[in-house]
């Protein structure tokens, strides 16, 4: 092996290249890792068996509690019950979790109230309102949805604004638009073309809620990574290669750019509407883009669920953010509690990214980083 072989050889790059120049130097043979007769610095080492211990010994801050109580914004506890190509088609719910099973988990970790951004429509949602928002006050917060079982109907644009309304009068605190609108909703609901996120059809919607004064939370689009192609370059590969549904790249899918400034558009043409932009806006690799955002729309606050990840890497930049937008940002998680130990044990993590100067830590409480392979 010649100088430029062992340098191009390995993946790791310059580092590792002159670390092995060292090694050849000294004309050792080292023991080779089992399984090593690819050519290529990893060997046959599958990657779903790869689980590096992390040798950093640095300060660990244990954060059990949240320091001030919290109200987790961003929670599913109860889903729709009838879903067909991703656009729910009943009012019927399904409940992944009681009260009594939240109640404990939340006590523990400093959680004061949760709000379940899912809570349907009809006579769901009366059901939700009844078993958690009416059974345990300030603890449980409820979202309606809309009905686009009924986007058909003639006067849809009317119907799904008296709907808020009287999902209003029946409890609802807020209105959840999921991904569904933008990626899955169609002009045949489950057929045809895509319906735009802007679509005008429901901007009597978006103005009920203006209205009342209560806040839409959306989701709009997905991960960057979910529009890029599922190949060895796609840093979410393993979540795609495990959910190839999840992946919105190609087909008759709008790039990510599109339904963004769609969203915006909305967001623009709604100014008496408040809308939270959930997942720090849907664009939490490009904070700058989305402070920008939140500089055009006074109107418009972030979550930061399901982030960490993207957040934890980008330390300084996020530190930045976070002072400059604080009254903008609202805590949230995306917590799905149907495996009450991982709802548990998540909290902390949070915590001990917003509380602590730790560095080089999990994002999340799972064997292998459920997001992308690194620290934060
Ligand atoms: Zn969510």
Excluded at 198 to 208: K, Q, S, T, V
Aim: hydrophobic share 35%.
């Amino acid at each position: 092996m010649n100088r430029r072989q062992l340098i191009l050889g390995t993946g790791a790059g310059l580092a590792a290249g002159t670390a092995a120049l060292a090694g050849a130097a000294q004309a050792v043979s080292k023991p080779k890792p089992a399984n090593d007769d690819s050519g290529c610095g990893g060997g046959t080492l599958k990657l779903c068996e790869y689980e590096p211990t992390n040798m950093l010994e640095v300060e660990k801050t244990e954060v059990p509690r949240a320091r001030y109580p919290v109200i987790d914004t961003h929670t599913h506890f109860t889903f729709a019950a009838v879903v067909k190509k991703g656009v729910a088609l009943s009012a019927k719910r399904d409940f992944i979790a009681t009260p009594e099973q939240l109640l404990p988990v939340m006590n523990q970790r400093n959680v004061r109230a949760m709000v379940d951004l899912t809570g349907g429509y009809g006579q769901g949602l009366k059901e939700t309102v009844a078993r958690y928002q009416d059974a345990h006050p300030e603890r449980f917060y409820i979202f309606t949805e809309p009905s686009y079982e009924r986007f058909l109907e003639p006067n849809y644009p009317k119907v799904q604004a008296e709907a808020i309304e009287q999902a209003h009068r029946d409890g609802a605190k807020g209105l959840k638009i999921l991904k569904t609108l933008g990626l899955y909703l169609r002009e045949n609901i489950t057929a045809g073309k895509l319906v735009k996120i802007d679509d005008p059809r429901f901007d009597p919607m978006w103005d009920a809620c203006g209205q009342l004064n209560i806040p839409v939370s959306m989701h709009i689009s997905d991960p960057a990574a979910f529009f890029t192609p599922i190949d060895r370059h796609n840093e979410r590969y393993e979540e795609l290669h495990d959910h190839p549904d999840w992946s919105f790249y190609d087909h008759d899918f709008p790039k990510k750019k599109d339904l963004l400034e769609a969203r915006n558009r909305v967001i623009a043409r709604h100014p008496k509407t408040r809308f939270v932009g959930l997942h720090v806006a849907n664009y939490s690799v490009n904070l700058g883009s989305v402070a920008e955002t939140l500089d055009r729309y006074p109107n418009l606050t972030v979550d930061i669920a399901a982030r960490l990840g993207e957040l934890g890497r980008q330390p300084r930049t996020a530190r930045k953010f976070f002072d400059k937008y604080q009254d903008r940002i609202v805590f949230g998680t995306d917590a799905a509690p149907e495996d009450p130990e991982f709802f548990g044990e998540m909290y902390p993590y949070y915590f001990r990214f917003l509380e602590t100067a730790d560095d080089c830590f999990p994002y999340a409480p799972t064997k292998v980083p459920p997001q992308g392979r690194w620290n934060i």
